[in-house]
């Protein structure tokens, strides 16, 4: 990736409980630099860890019981950054620190999509060997009609399905045994 520029990931979640699992799912198939989150309606009863892996430094500011109460909403708000460890980063506590974060974001990131990685950085070649076997199997099935392909098709799409338990297994391990 370029030095000058930034992949950047924003979304308004509307409570990110409900989806921990989808969303770090995604943040895993993807590279990106930058990862905002707002509304996440978060509170201490949930570990950063459980929404982003440990590629990223994490900041939050959850809605504090003191805004429940002025506002009478038992939920609501909540900021989620991450920012990856290879960018030096830092929290500002000013509180009108976020409308300098968002000019400073407006002014210096381009406005591209960043481009889709293949497969999941988490996917061992064994596994992506497997998937191009199965898709080579599956595409002349589709165009022979051969049953003897599509019984190697479905050979592998098992192995495939086993694999990638396996490897989503591991990399999960992994991060749980890290301090």
């Keep these: 990736m370029d030095k000058l520029t930034l992949s950047l990931f924003y979304q308004n979640v509307r409570g990110v409980k409900s989806k921990i699992l989808d969303i770090y799912k995604s943040i895993l198939c993807n590279n990106y630099d930058v990862i905002c989150l707002t509304e996440t309606w978060l509170d201490d009863t949930v570990c950063s860890k459980e929404l982003i892996d440990d590629r990223y430094i994490v900041y939050r500011r959850d809605r504090s019981d003191l805004f429940k109460e002025k ?6 708000g909540g900021v989620l950054v991450a920012v990856r ?3 030096k980063s830092y929290q500002l506590t000013d509180i009108q620190s976020s409308g300098i974060f968002f000019s400073i974001i407006e002014k210096h ?5 960043p481009r889709k990685a293949t497969y999941p950085f988490w996917f061992s070649r064994n596994l992506i060997s497997i998937l191009k076997e199965k898709d080579r199997y599956h595409q002349k099935f ?5 049953p003897r ?3 190697t098709f479905s050979l592998l799409r098992g192995r495939a399905k086993d694999a990638m338990d396996k490897c989503f297994y591991t990399y999960i391990s992994n991060i749980e045994k890290k301090p």
């Excluded at 589709?142 to 051969?146: E, I, L, M, S």
């Design 142 to 146: 589709k165009k022979y009609g051969n």
């Design 149 to 151: 392909d599509n019984d």
């Design 71 to 76: 506002y009478n909403k038992a939920y609501g």
């Design 85 to 87: 460890k290879t960018i």
């Design 109 to 113: 990131t381009p406005k591209f999509k």
